[in-house]
């Protein structure tokens, strides 16, 4: 259920390029997830990653969740950025900015990528929390037992 720890190793099986400097940061009290919205989150992150790895030329890449009323992930990097036609409507042949897009809408979230040629590319995903975090069950109230002395 770490889902800092989980992007850290999304980091390793993407391939990261030798050259590119990895940081991982989270703000907030982690928060227990609901497990379908966390893998979603994930996966969203695991492609931002994938094509930083790919396609950005970065040097640095950071990775930010922050738990507060909502889930915030933010990845960024100070690579060659993405045309905005190519923000907006993906490449063809390519699925992976649609498919984010996709999982963000199946958990109401909203998916925000700004790019510029030459500034580097920030996907940042925001997740109400009322969708995010799991709901603490509710302690059984104490039950008072009595004892009929006329028993």
Known sequence: NDLLEAMRRATES?????????????SGERREMHPIVRDEIYRI??????????????????????????????????????EPEVVEQGKPGHFGLQGM???????????TISSGK?????????????????KERPKAPAVRESVDADA
């Open 14 to 26: 993407a391939m990261i390029p030798s050259f590119m400097n990895v940081t991982c940061s989270i």
């Open 118 to 134: 030459g500034t580097g590319t920030t996907v940042t995903l925001v997740v109400p929390g009322g969708i995010a975090f799991r």
């Open 45 to 82: 992150g695991y492609q931002a990653i994938l094509n930083a790895s790919a396609h950005s030329g970065a040097s640095r890449l950071s990775i930010e969740i922050e738990y507060a009323q909502s889930l915030t992930l933010r990845v960024k990097d100070n690579g060659s950025g993405i």
């Open 101 to 111: 897009r996709e999982r963000a809408a199946r958990i109401e979230g909203k998916l």
